[in-house]
């Protein structure tokens, strides 16, 4: 069936003459979202003159420190072993969040379109393991993989990802529930099964929602470091962790210089795949109907 | 339905994988090598050189670092299986830790040794003996990696010059009335700002040592003599806390209501900071900070009291559990960390005393502010104490109900016999709750 | 996620279930178990136990090291009741759940509004503002303890320019909005879920609205904000859960370091999971220290229970096979069958 109508998506790019107030409204807009970015803006900016200052000048209000400590950076990367606390921190959070995302999209789709007995009950509890503290289930959590072995290697991460995420459960199940009854009715009048419905319609349609899910995902597992603390050795362990215990003098004080520069590497990995999947969400969605 | 089959398939496959990863780890690595695991600070104070030099002696130990923090070390004694060293402060957990069976007795092993023997150890390690009811007596249960006097104070000379005040004397000890006046007079303040700070005292590293080395100093003591009980209330006790009131109240450095943001370190290097308390390991934080080098003094202890004492409060250092599998490769580390080449080094870095007397000929004395720390501290060692602690509570659980206490005394505005009894209130239920569960 | 509007020929009725093959109902539940399976797995063995461990340590007073405990009963939970920490702490942690999470998704769908807009550089925008959501929490408590610094932070700097009074910002009363500024600056995690969700309301139905004379605010309020209600309702849920269990902003902005960061916090920042975690590791309370989880697992259980009742008035959910069949069964609850 073609669509009837062929409407360009909120956000995506309007061909439209420009009314007199318009400019106006655009210019004042561009404004507002400069000052919100600014003030955004400030305490990150504030870390990076941190990562340049030298340790005297921690204390110091000056924006700019008088050279440019680059070393921080140097000390940030040899301090700890960054380079391979990177690569296991990636592996983890893409197998994680990856796993999550469709986990959480098949279980959310199951909440959200079908029906049977006992459902709304598993959804209260779905909701409800949101409310767990994380300190609830660490310690006996970690009781049941050293138990099957699996402490310092890295299945439990495969686990956590293929049981899904109550989060982003919810998030699909909503996302999905408010799709309308027609296209999954004639997809079934047509002899698809569920799986084939939700994967060929509904999937496609919650693109915008995949993406957020990755991304959230990612972030989180990029910045979880209570599991890899107790599941991973230190020498395999992630740079959240390497992160936050690893800048310390031989006294154990922290160099909050190598902290900050740390910081700012830290957080790139995670920017760019914002930057790159953002694209996600420009791009909206004009679906093609039912066929 | 080609969609569940996919799904199945996953299913299947991670358990598939999750069963053979269980059954590879199960098989070891082999009948010849074992794996030593470590809870401790790597690469800072456990560096790879020790460790390389370790692995050349007994190449067929391989070491695991884990990640330094209660909650996994919790986890893994519930799990059944701890970490073969674990770190921790000697000064304060000792009988903790040997009342309730989890530390290995070492005097079998360091009656066999050649390498740590009694002669050679420093004085601080009695903090790691406990014979069942006194710290510093009695079988050795750990050592410290290195350690430091703790009450001592290093003095930031352009603070005073700027305020045209005489620095303390680096022998003759000042009384904690003299300091806080000496602090009054050198702080820098205009409204909530700062400029510099007059004292930071020597609380940094533990609440609870502090205050029990004024309490010992002026004859007193926080608990009773079985140790199941405290009392705050005592006088010695109540005047330490009313001490830090009036240091509070005088607004000469930071407090556990007020903290410094960037650290105490950042401020007595930016020249912000005229008094810290910290003992000779801060000499090595000193060696990175050329700018201060020319203007430090390192000054003796303060006396609280009418005994002069200057305890080292933490001793940190490594046990090994009872329940370890690999008791005899831990003690060969042992040897090889405390009594061999990695000890020689830390002594050489200046960022703590050696546990091994012997090695006091290393410590660094090129620069002059090196030589007179050191003057400074051998002349220290003599008025070393031992701080005793209880077996039936968590020193944690002492620091915390102090630091709590103080939190709100300072905002509510109590006064020192109101915060004696909320410290007394939360302690003595845990002295008893602990004395039971050890019982 | 924009649907086509479906010409008349293909509306269905809404009680379409009943014409279908027979079994449909059984298989329908089938898949849904089949669905729902790895996370149910999940649950059971990584969750459902876990749970009764904690359970099972509430009644006991285990210290977390030691081989002995004892059963206590339910002394633990009277003891809650007994706690001035633990009820000044509820306190607290009620006050920043109000403030911040009707905070966090104004402003965060706010933002999304604006950065729905087509404006050139649209893209930097929104990662600025999610940036923020991603720096690592160490280094943002760090940031803005350096900042809000009494001595060496910018503000006092320029009060002092200004000649302002300095105040001490990281102590009681002040320190409490520091934490809810360091909260609020990672609104940028709301603003992504409500920016999937503003990418999903059709444009023409925005359009058609403006064409029919509405001005931009009328668009939102009577066409985006409803459609956007399920998301909404989300942020709210979630919002509610994590700022009951907030505790690391406030656990970093105390102390800098120290074994007893936990009880350092300032009266204001003393939030409930800060004195559970205090419970835990600073005193060892292990068994009291897992009552006060559970009991604040039920305090959630049932405020979000509440906050579900209540908001089947306000969010409209376009139609899904639930709705359909409350319509069909002739219910108009909350939930309104397309149009």
């Known amino acids: 069936m073609s669509r009837a109508v062929e409407a360009p998506v909120v956000g995506g790019l309007k061909h439209r003459p420009a009314r007199p107030g318009a400019i106006a409204g655009r210019t004042g807009l561009y404004v507002l979202l400069v000052i919100v970015a600014l003030i955004f803006l400030v305490p990150l900016l504030w870390l990076l003159s941190l990562s340049l200052k030298s340790e005297g000048e921690l204390s110091t209000p000056s924006w700019l420190p008088k050279t440019l400590q680059w070393s921080n950076f140097k000390d940030a990367v040899t301090l700890i072993p960054f380079g391979k606390y990177v690569t296991i921190s990636v592996f983890l959070a893409i197998v994680q969040s990856g796993l999550a995302t469709l986990s959480s999209a098949l279980t959310g789709f199951g909440f959200a379109r079908l029906r049977a007995r006992g459902k709304r009950a598993l959804f209260l509890v779905v909701v409800a393991t949101l409310m767990l503290p994380q300190i609830v289930t660490v310690i006996p959590t970690y009781l049941i993989f050293a138990r099957v072995h699996l402490v310092y290697t890295y299945w439990p991460w495969v686990l956590w990802g293929l049981a899904g995420s109550a989060f982003l459960i919810f998030l699909f199940r909503q996302t999905f529930a408010s799709i309308p009854m027609d296209l999954e009715d004639a997809a079934i009048i047509d002899g698809c099964g569920y799986f084939r419905i939700f994967w060929r319609i509904f999937l496609p349609m919650a693109k915008a929602v995949l993406v957020a899910g990755f991304v959230l995902s990612f972030t989180a597992a990029w910045g979880d470091f209570i599991t890899p603390s107790l599941f991973l050795d230190s020498d395999h362990t992630t740079l959240a962790v390497g992160l936050s215990g690893g800048y310390t003098t031989a006294a154990g004080t922290p160099i909050y210089t190598a902290l900050a520069a740390g910081s700012v590497l830290y957080v790139l990995p995670v920017l760019i795949l914002f930057i790159v999947a953002q694209r996600g969400f420009i791009n909206g969605f004009v679906t093609s109907g039912l066929k | ?439 | 996620m924009t649907t086509a509007e479906a010409p008349a020929a293909i509306r269905l009725p809404a009680d379409v279930q009943t014409t279908a093959p027979r079994g449909w109902k059984r298989y329908r539940a089938r898949t849904f178990y089949a669905f729902v399976s790895p996370w149910l797995a999940g649950f059971i063995l990584l969750t459902l136990f876990p749970l009764g461990y904690a359970l099972w340590l509430s009644f006991t007073n285990f210290d977390g090291m030691t081989g002995h405990y004892r059963y206590v009963g339910l002394q633990n939970y009277a003891d809650i009741f007994r706690d001035p920490d633990a009820l000044h702490s509820l306190g607290r942690t009620a006050l920043y759940t109000v403030i911040t999470v009707p905070a966090a998704i104004i402003i965060g769908t706010a933002l999304a509004v604006l950065v729905n807009r087509p404006v050139r550089g649209r893209a930097a925008f929104r990662a600025i503002f999610y940036l923020p959501a991603v720096v690592p929490i160490v280094a943002s408590a760090l940031c803005f303890k350096m900042l809000f610094d009494s001595d060496f932070g910018l503000l006092n700097h320029i009060f002092n320019q200004l000649h302002l009074q300095t105040i001490q910002w990281l102590a009681d009363p002040l320190v409490f909005w520091v934490m809810i500024a360091m909260t609020l600056w990672g609104v940028g995690g709301t603003m992504i879920i409500s920016l999937a969700g503003l990418q999903g309301i059709p444009g023409e139905l925005i359009e058609a609205a403006k064409v029919d004379g509405a001005n931009a605010w009328r668009a939102f309020t009577r066409i985006s904000l409803p459609l956007l209600s399920p998301i909404i309702l989300f942020e709210v849920i979630t919002g509610v859960i994590a700022s009951i269990q907030a505790f690391i902003p406030a656990l970093l902005l105390s102390i800098q370091s120290g074994t007893v960061a936990a009880t350092s916090v300032p009266q204001s920042n003393y939030l409930f999971m800060i004195h559970a975690y205090a419970q835990y590791f600073d005193y060892g309370r292990f068994g009291y220290a897992s009552a006060l989880l559970w009991a604040l697992f039920i305090l959630i259980l049932v405020l979000t229970a509440v906050i579900f009742k209540v908001s089947g008035r306000a969010v409209f959910y376009e139609s899904g096979p639930d709705e359909a069949a409350q319509a069909a069964a002739g219910h108009a609850t909350g939930g309104k069958a397309e149009r």
């Open chain 2, 1 to 439: 339905m080609s969609g569940r089959f996919s799904r199945r398939r996953l299913l299947a496959g991670a358990a598939t994988a999750a069963g053979v990863a269980a059954v590879s780890s199960a098989c070891g690595s082999g009948a010849d090598s074992t794996t030593l695991t470590i809870m401790g600070n790597h690469p800072s104070e456990i560096t790879d050189s020790d460790v390389a030099g370790f692995s050349k002696k007994y190449p067929n130990v391989k070491i695991k670092f884990v990640t330094n923090s209660v909650q996994l070390l919790t986890a893994m004694f519930a799990a059944g299986d701890p970490p073969d060293i674990i770190r921790d402060q000697g000064v304060q957990n000792t009988p903790y830790l040997v009342k309730r069976d989890l530390a290995e007795d070492l005097a079998p092993y360091f009656a066999k040794s050649t390498v740590l023997t009694d002669d050679k150890i420093a004085a601080v390690d009695d903090v790691w003996r406990y014979d069942g009811s006194v710290q510093g007596k009695g079988p050795r249960y750990g050592l410290a990696k290195d350690y430091s006097q703790d009450a001592m104070l290093w003095c930031n000379l352009r603070v005073f010059e700027k305020a045209k005040v005489e620095p303390p004397d680096p022998t003759t000890p000042m009384s904690y009335e003299e300091m806080l006046d000496v602090a009054k007079r050198i702080t820098r303040r205009k409204g909530a700002q700062y400029s510099a700070y007059g004292l930071y005292p020597p609380f940094d590293v533990s609440l609870s040592a502090g205050v029990i080395n004024m309490v010992t100093s002026a004859g007193g003591s926080v608990f009773n003599s079985d140790y199941t009980k405290v009392d705050f209330s005592a006088p010695e006790a109540k005047s330490a806390l009313q001490w830090y009131l009036d240091y509070a109240d005088a607004q000469v450095g930071p407090t556990v209501a007020r903290p410094l943001a960037a650290g105490a370190a950042a401020a007595f290097f930016a020249d912000q900071l005229g008094m810290v308390g910290y003992g000779y390991w801060f000499g090595g934080e000193v060696a990175s900070n050329p700018q201060v080098q020319d203007h430090v003094r390192f000054v003796t202890a303060p006396q609280f009291g009418s005994t002069r004492t200057s305890p080292c409060f933490a001793a940190v250092g490594h046990w090994i559990p009872k329940t370890s599998k690999h008791k005899q490769e831990a003690w060969n580390f042992f040897e090889w960390y405390f009594g061999e080449q990695p000890a020689i080094d830390r002594a050489k870095s200046g960022w703590g005393l050696p546990g091994i007397t012997a090695m006091n000929a290393d410590l660094p004395e090129t620069k002059p502010y090196q030589k007179q720390a050191l003057d400074v501290q051998n002349a220290e060692f003599s008025h070393m104490s031992v701080l005793k602690y209880s077996p039936y509570v968590a020193f944690t659980a002492l620091d915390a109900s102090l630091s709590q206490a103080f939190v709100k005394g300072l905002e509510s505005g109590l006064s020192a016999g109101k915060l004696a009894d909320l410290v007394n209130d939360t302690l003595n239920p845990l002295l008893e709750q602990g004395k039971e569960l050890v019982a």
